[in-house]
């Protein structure tokens, strides 16, 4: 079992920066971020590999959002630039504790951990 505990969100004008971030009670794979915005599913925002070597991102954040992570701290973290309303949303951490065939998933079903969320909004 690990437990993974988000912090970061909060309030922050159009434009502005936030950073979110991850710690996990163990030893991860590759972890993730994905976002809930109020009326919409649940969507894929980030990803990275345990090495950190490899990521991948939506389309919606690329070259505005950048993930990282410290294995030794056990935390994975979500820097988020040039903010826009659109990325208003619950932002949920997510872990695998074991290998993928794929090395750095995105789909919601790949990840068997989560965190509570933190809450992020982007005002105009």
């Known amino acids: 079992q690990v437990q993974l505990v988000e912090s970061g969100g909060g309030l922050v004008q159009a434009g502005g920066s936030l950073r979110l971030s991850c710690a996990a009670s163990?030893?991860?794979?590759?972890m993730g971020w994905f976002r809930q915005a109020p009326g919409k599913e649940q969507e894929f925002v980030a990803a990275?590999?345990?090495?950190?070597?490899?990521?991948r991102y939506a389309d919606s954040v690329k070259g505005r959002f950048t993930i990282s992570r410290d294995n030794a701290k056990n935390t994975v973290t979500l820097q988020m630039n040039s903010l826009k309303p659109e990325d208003t949303a619950v932002y949920y951490c997510?872990?695998?504790?074991?290998?993928?065939?794929?090395?750095?998933?995105?789909?919601?079903?790949?990840?068997?951990?989560w965190g509570q969320g933190t809450r992020v909004t982007v005002s105009s």
């Open positions: 163990g030893r991860t794979f590759s």
């Open positions: 990275i590999s345990r090495s950190g070597g490899s990521t």
């Open positions: 997510a872990a695998r504790t074991a290998l993928s065939t794929i090395l750095v998933p995105t789909t919601r079903d790949d990840y068997g951990y």
